[in-house]
Each structure stands twice: as C-alpha cells, then as structure tokens.
C-alpha cells in the first residue's frame, strides 16, 4: 500500500469516528498525527542496509547539507555522481563504525576537541557558523564531532594494525633534503615534514585497502 493511500486510508476511517461535535478536536488531533508520522516515514525511507544496520533518506538529506555548508557551495543535489559519492560515504562511516566498535578502539575528547579545532581551521569555519547550521537544518548538535570521532577511532586502529609495515625510505629524504642547502636547523625540520607526509600516505593506502576489505564481510543491499 502507498504512502498517499495509507494516508487516507486513515483518515477515512478517523472522519468517520468523529460523529459529533464533542469528538472533532479529538478526532483532529489524531488526523495531524497521522499526516505527521506519514510523513516521516516518507523522508526516512531505508536506501541501504549494512546486515542489520540501515542508512536512511533522512541520513543522505542530512550529509547532503553538511557538505553543502563545509564546501560553502551549491551542490547539484539531483546528480547521480553527488548522490553515488554521498551514499558510500555514508556506507564507509556506518561500516568503519561497526570496525572500531568491534575492536573497542576508544579516543578521548581532548583528542576529538583537537581534531575539531583543526578541522575548522582547515575549512574556515567557526563554532557559531555550525551551531548556526545545526539549528537552520536541525540536525542534531554532534553531527561532526560524531563524524570526526568515528574517522579519528579508525585512524588510531589502522595505525595500531599497521604501524610496524609504514617504512620511510630515509636515503632518498636525506638526499632530497642535500638538494635545498638549507641549515642544519631548517634541514631537520623539513626532515620532519617529510617523513610525517610519507607515512600519512603510507597510511592512507593501508587505510582504504582495509576499509574495502573489511566491507567483504558484511551483506550490503541497496533498496
């Protein structure tokens, strides 16, 4: 049965009830109920199921706008590739979730505060900016810290897997570094740099070959 069906479906049978004038308030509550839980069924349709965890309408609605405000763009919210590029996004967080909470990997909040704190640098935001957003689309007040908790607990669980294998290859920074002629001072400090920029990337690889293998392991359908 359709949405708009089952709708009045229920009113019919609500209008019919209300035979007398005592009863119309009653009754007309129960009609707003009604129109109000239809339509929230209407916007938070299940698109995907991870085994038992599911990714909603109101889920994609609501990453669509948080990357609109990060990017401080209009996006085509009628693309196939946005709509593609959102849905395993959403799917990659749900599934890193399920990964670190298996694994009990916890980070404590002085850590996501620094994560936060960089992350507005890095995308010229501020607290009142987000807290703005938060209100104009009602999202729920920890929508990015719970995204940056997620991404920062799997970080810390690749690095623990795989942290002995990141290999920096030191001959080639240090002949890279003899290139520039800078002072011993300097020369360490770029030193630095760049073995911390080789091991991110090293990271990273690792990071998204684990993530496609650990979606191997879950039943993903797309409704």
């Known amino acids: 049965m359709s949405i ?8 019919e049978k609500i209008i019919k009830l209300a035979t007398n004038y005592k009863n119309f308030f009653i009754y007309s509550f129960l009609i707003l109920i009604s129109i109000s839980t239809l339509a929230k069924s209407l916007s938070n ?15 994609f609605k609501k990453e669509l706008e948080f990357i609109k405000f990060t990017n401080k763009e209009e996006i085509d919210s009628n693309s196939v590739k946005i709509k593609k590029d959102i849905v395993e996004s959403l799917i990659d967080r749900k599934i890193k979730k399920i990964e670190v909470d298996n694994a009990k990997i916890e980070i404590n909040e002085k850590e996501i505060e620094n994560y936060i704190y960089n992350y507005f640098i890095n995308n010229k ?13 009602q999202l729920e007040n920890d929508y990015l810290k719970n ?23 030191l001959t080639e920074v240090n002949e890279e570094i003899k ?29 998204a070959t684990h993530l496609e293998k650990s979606k191997r392991k879950y039943l993903i359908k797309f409704l």
């Not at 708009?4 to 009113?11: K, T």
């Not at 935001?125 to 104009?136: G, S």
């Not at 607990?153 to 920096?168: P, T």
């Open 147 to 169: 995204i940056i908790s997620i991404d920062a607990r799997w970080i810390k669980m690749i690095r623990q897997i795989y942290e002995s294998r990141i290999n920096v290859n």
């Open 45 to 59: 349709n299940v698109i995907v199921t991870i085994d038992n965890v599911i990714i909603t309408e109101l889920d």
């Open 4 to 11: 708009l069906v089952l709708l009045f479906y229920r009113l």
């Open 125 to 137: 935001i501020n607290d009142e900016q987000l807290n703005d957003f938060y209100k104009k689309n």
């Open 179 to 207: 290139k520039k002629g800078l002072s011993a001072e300097d020369s360490e400090k770029l030193r630095n740099q760049i073995i911390s920029s080789e091991k991110n990337k090293i990271l990273n690889k690792f990071s």
